[in-house]
């Protein structure tokens, strides 16, 4: 099965500044069925892009995807207050099935 | 407005069952696959089952194959999870979670607040 790994598993970063997140799939997977969640704490998981870069409904503009094959990327152009939080990244497996990855922290600096 | 409302959680024994449910508004509930994504204190996510929009695919994690059974009723609007043989480590908030797909999973675009399920003697 396929797992994905996530790094870096913390990302120390200021307001204003880029983010950059890696999920690494064990062997390449359709980017069609590659997302992007964000966790805050006390909160459910929000879907933020779905099919490796396609924003989901009411995500902002600074939040972008992209990759293919086995690595893919989650960015946050500049990061505001309210990004602060955790980041998962999923796929669909063939079993069928759905793979999360272990998560980023994006902390403040 | 879309809204997943979990029910059922709580704490049960070792070996024990409890059956989750998840009612569905605001979106066609039958066009949609779903599932249940579970979360232990201070840990990621954890997929645990899913089922397409007609019952006609149905998944499970490793972890729970055999003891768990998801299960849907469009006519209600309602999601199930039939948790037997509970274990300490199935212990987490559960998630009943809705599908972008009706049969292949995409990923999950609304999700409940979740119900805790707690397994201790």
């Known amino acids: 099965e396929i797992v994905l790994t996530q790094s870096p598993s913390t990302l120390s970063l200021s307001p204003g500044e880029r983010a950059t997140l890696s999920c690494r799939a064990s062997?390449?997977?359709?980017?069609?069925?590659l997302a992007w969640y964000q966790q805050k704490p006390g909160q459910a998981p929000r879907l933020l892009i779905y099919?490796?870069?396609r924003r989901a409904i009411g995500i902002p503009d600074r939040f972008s995807g992209g990759g293919s094959g086995t690595d893919f990327t989650l960015s946050i152009s500049r990061l505001e207050p309210e990004d602060f939080a955790v980041y998962y990244c999923?796929?669909?497996?063939?079993?069928?099935?759905?793979?999360f990855g272990g998560g980023t922290k994006v902390e403040i600096k | 407005e879309v809204q997943l409302v979990e029910s059922g959680g709580g704490l049960v024994q070792p070996g024990r069952s409890l059956r989750l449910s998840c009612a569905g508004f605001?979106?066609?509930?039958?066009?949609?696959?779903m599932h249940w994504v579970r979360q232990a204190p201070g840990k990621g996510l954890e997929w645990v089952a899913g089922?397409?929009?007609?019952?006609?695919?149905?998944g499970y994690a490793d972890s729970v194959k055999g003891r768990f059974t998801i299960s849907r009723d469009n006519a209600k609007n309602s999601l199930y999870l039939q948790m037997n043989s509970l274990r300490p480590e199935d212990a987490a908030l559960y998630y009943c979670?809705?599908?972008?797909?009706?049969?292949?999973?995409?990923?999950?675009?609304?999700w409940g607040q979740g119900t805790l399920v707690t397994v201790s003697a």
């Open positions: 099919s490796a870069s």
């Open positions: 999923q796929q669909s497996g063939s079993s069928p099935s759905l793979i």
């Open positions: 089922i397409s929009w007609n019952s006609g695919i149905i």
């Open positions: 979670a809705k599908d972008l797909n009706g049969a292949k999973y995409w990923g999950a675009d609304y």
């Open positions: 062997q390449s997977v359709d980017s069609k069925f």
């Open positions: 605001g979106f066609s509930f039958d066009d949609h696959a």
